[in-house]
């Protein structure tokens, strides 16, 4: 089992940042993929980013591009998402998830490749 706990959710005007963290606990290993996905009021969870937790290969959106940087600490088994520049249609819940037998394969956005979730960190963003 892992377990996955996002922080760093919040209130932020347009233009703002924040930096999520998600701290990963139980059965971690260096063949993991670790995502951010979000889901906004009334609309489907979507694909943020992710990173290999081994060699560090990163996917975007093109939505996020420019503006959300991915990052983990090994040390500390936490990956990081940096949001700057952020919009009103970024608001959303923000979920960690967990892909556990990636490798060092490109990070999947495919939701259902992900094999354990975290409960979710509300961001939203005022204009």
């Known amino acids: 089992q892992v377990q996955l706990i996002e922080s760093g959710g919040g209130l932020v005007q347009a233009g703002g940042s924040l930096r999520l963290s998600c701290a990963a606990s139980g059965r971690t290993t260096s063949r993991y993929c670790m995502g951010w996905f979000r889901q906004a009021p009334g609309k489907e969870r979507e694909f943020v980013a992710a990173i290999n937790w081994s060699v560090g290969r990163i996917n975007y959106a093109n939505s996020v591009k420019g503006r959300f940087t991915i990052s983990r600490d090994n040390a500390k088994n936490t990956v990081y998402l940096q949001m700057n520049s952020l919009k009103p249609e970024d608001t959303a819940v923000y979920y960690c998830?967990?892909?556990?037998?990636?490798?060092?394969?490109?990070?999947?956005?495919?939701?259902?490749?992900?094999?354990?979730w975290g409960q979710g960190t509300r961001v939203t963003v005022s204009s």
């Open positions: 998830a967990a892909d556990i037998d990636r490798g060092t394969y490109y990070p999947t956005s495919t939701e259902h490749e992900y094999d354990y």
